[in-house]
Structure formats: structure tokens, C-alpha cells
């Protein structure tokens, strides 16, 4: 079944940075849409970025655009969040997800069909 594995989640003070990586296995990665959610307790999951594996299109949320970059290494199956100018907001489970195509528009709607286990961002 697919896989996918998130690392570098933790604990940074407003102003800081962290990146995130997201390796996926058992998955047509060439062809596919990836993307970063977010979610803290007791509300909805969010869409933070989006990337098309074949063309690197990006999308981003509103509220992370010119702080956050989602890029991708086609090689070694993974996607990368780089997060800059965090801010204590930017507090979350930040979950990588995956599907092999994703309606237009509809790109950081938290219907993909496949998840991580999500890694915690904290920034105080």
C-alpha cells in the first residue's frame, strides 16, 4: 500500500525556520499531486501547499504565501515544505498527502486519497 513517511516537525521560537520532508513509496510519484496540510484541535484540516509532481506547479494558502516553499526531489520520491518567518499561527500537525490527480481549483481541499501520520510544528 502507499506510503507516506514525514519528518522534521518541531519546536522553533517565532521568526524561525524548519523544513519538512514528506518520502513516499509504492506510488506513481511522476504523475501525481502532493500536498501539505495542517490542522490543530478542534478545527478543520487546511491546505498549506500543493505541488504537481509532473509540471512542479505550486499552490499556496493565503496565509503562508512568501513565508513557506513546497518543492519537490523526483528522484527520492519526496516533498519538501520549507517554512520561514514561522509565526505562532503556523502551530499544527502538518500532515503530507497524496493523490494521482486532484481536481483544479479544488487543490488545498483536504480530499486526497492518501495521508501521513502528520509531524508537529510548534512555535512559540
Known amino acids: 500500500h502507499v506510503q507516506l513517511v514525514e519528518s522534521g516537525g518541531g519546536s522553533v521560537q517565532a521568526g524561525g525556520s524548519l523544513r519538512l520532508s514528506c518520502a513516499v513509496s509504492?506510488?506513481?510519484?511522476?504523475?501525481?499531486?502532493m500536498a501539505w496540510f495542517r490542522q490543530t484541535p478542534g478545527k478543520e484540516r487546511e491546505g498549506v501547499a500543493g505541488?504537481?509532481?509532473?509540471?512542479?506547479?505550486?499552490i499556496y494558502a493565503d496565509s503562508v504565501k512568501g513565508r513557506f516553499t513546497i518543492s519537490q526531489d523526483v528522484a527520492k520520491s519526496t516533498v519538501y515544505l520549507q517554512m520561514n518567518s514561522l509565526k505562532p499561527e503556523d502551530t499544527a500537525m502538518y500532515y503530507c498527502?497524496?493523490?494521482?490527480?486532484?481536481?483544479?481549483?479544488?487543490?488545498?481541499?483536504?480530499?486526497?486519497?492518501?495521508w501521513g501520520q502528520g509531524t508537529q510544528v510548534t512555535v512559540s
Open positions: 498527502a497524496a493523490d494521482s490527480a486532484v481536481v483544479p481549483g479544488e487543490e488545498l481541499l483536504p480530499d486526497l486519497n492518501y
Open positions: 509504492r506510488f506513481s510519484y511522476s504523475t501525481a499531486y
Open positions: 505541488i504537481y509532481t509532473s509540471s512542479s506547479a505550486t
